[in-house]
């Protein structure tokens, strides 16, 4: 039995390197081919495009390792269906639930790589992705975000610090303005927070008003302090959207606390706690996925070749449409984040185990 498992074990993992890989490059290529018009005014050096498709490699590598794992599964167990070589290990008096246990624990341990790549790999990878990005378009980046603090140089200058700032608000929490004139700090202004209002005269555009100000005249040395004060050198709310991380940016934990410090705040994002579920939730279909391609190799329905892959993609499919469905409705506030995010990997999940389990020995 031994030396089965290791055959089909070595056999799937030569297909799953393959194909996994095959599937982000081309994705990878394709993000790359869709941004070249923004890249190539600049002249940028194919060094310079390879390496920003490889930046969103394993972007690509952790959503389609599902699709690989049941892709492969469905192959490798489908052929050897077909050939018969299942009845041979029955007939030999070997069990096929304990034939599959190695693939079981393969899944568990995909699952896990899975997490650790969106964990560590992919937010680092994301970052350098936008930052190359940022440099081919020769578009200056003038925001450095963390944790919902932003950095960033007003029109005029000055330094602002912003320790927490509500995108569907357009609103800005505990904003400090470093004013310098000659290399030294002329005046600081402390606003307990600011809120972008529209001017309607003017279409779209607006001002960003400071409430609660106290102002710190550093050369006169005087305090004084204003109930409101409008301040025209800081950019418009699109400006500090596009500065912020976006949830694949961004590990679990760093997440977490952005979504604490918005509660402390006042403040819920629906939208955070949902990105922030689905970073658990995801990786493990990658369990269930290669459960699923076991158990439906089993039934003498399904065929071998391309017509396993193709069954392979039509579920994954089904799966991705079904999960982004959820997430969108999680998204919308019209169910929990934690039901939008695990009600479709769990019903999945009971499905695979009630078809395994019910594998004829």
């Given amino acids: 039995m031994l030396i089965i498992q290791r055959h089909y074990l070595k056999e799937f993992f030569k297909l799953f390197s393959l194909i996994s890989t095959g599937l982000a490059l081309i994705f990878s290529t394709l993000e790359l081919i869709d941004k070249i018009d923004e890249f190539m005014p600049n002249r940028p050096s194919l060094e310079s495009?390879?390496?920003?498709?490889?930046?969103?490699?394993?972007?690509?590598?952790?959503?389609?390792?599902?699709?690989?794992?049941?892709?492969?599964?469905?192959?490798?167990?489908?052929?050897?269906?077909?050939?018969?070589?299942?009845?041979?290990?029955?007939?030999?008096?070997?069990?096929?639930?304990?034939?599959?246990?190695?693939?079981?624990?393969?899944?568990?341990?995909?699952?896990?790589?899975?997490?650790?790549?969106?964990?560590?790999?992919?937010?680092?990878?994301?970052?350098?992705?936008?930052?190359?990005?940022?440099?081919?378009?020769k578009k200056e980046k003038k925001l450095t975000f963390k944790e919902g603090t932003l950095w960033l140089r007003a029109t005029d200058g000055s330094s602002v610090r912003i320790e927490l700032y509500i995108p569907e608000k357009k609103l800005a929490k505990g904003v400090s303005i470093f004013i310098s004139e000659r290399d030294s700090l002329r005046e600081r202004l402390e606003a307990e927070e600011a809120e972008w209002i529209s001017t309607e005269s003017q279409g779209s555009q607006g001002i960003w008003r400071l409430r609660n100000?106290?102002?710190?005249?550093?050369?006169?040395?005087?305090?004084?302090?204003?109930?409101?004060?409008?301040?025209?050198?800081?950019?418009?709310?699109?400006?500090f959207s596009e500065g912020i991380k976006k949830p694949e940016e961004m590990g679990i934990g760093e997440l977490y606390r952005y979504t604490e410090r918005l509660k402390r705040a006042g403040f819920r994002n629906t939208?955070?706690?949902?990105?922030?579920?689905?970073?658990?939730?995801?990786?493990?279909?990658?369990?269930?996925?290669?459960?699923?391609?076991?158990?439906?190799?089993?039934?003498?329905?399904?065929?071998?070749?391309?017509f396993a892959a193709g069954l392979g993609l039509l579920i994954s499919t089904i799966y991705w449409f079904a999960y982004t469905m959820m997430l969108s409705l999680g998204y919308a506030g019209v169910v929990p984040p934690i039901v939008a995010t695990w009600v479709v990997p769990m019903a999945f999940g009971i499905v695979t185990v009630y078809l395994f389990r019910n594998i004829q020995e």
């Fill in 271 to 306: 939208k955070l706690l949902v990105d922030m579920n689905s970073k658990v939730s995801y990786p493990l279909i990658n369990l269930f996925m290669i459960i699923l391609g076991i158990s439906l190799s089993m039934r003498s329905k399904v065929g071998g070749g391309l």
């Fill in 213 to 239: 100000v106290t102002i710190y005249d550093i050369m006169n040395g005087k305090v004084s302090n204003r109930a409101d004060l409008d301040y025209p050198y800081l950019e418009s709310p699109d400006f």
């Fill in 49 to 137: 495009l390879l390496l920003y498709a490889s930046f969103n490699f394993p972007k690509y590598l952790l959503y389609l390792l599902p699709a690989a794992m049941l892709i492969c599964s469905l192959f490798i167990f489908s052929q050897a269906s077909r050939n018969r070589e299942f009845v041979v290990i029955k007939a030999t008096g070997g069990r096929l639930k304990s034939l599959f246990y190695p693939f079981i624990i393969s899944g568990i341990l995909v699952t896990l790589f899975a997490f650790l790549v969106g964990e560590t790999v992919v937010p680092d990878f994301s970052k350098r992705s936008m930052e190359l990005k940022n440099t081919l378009t």
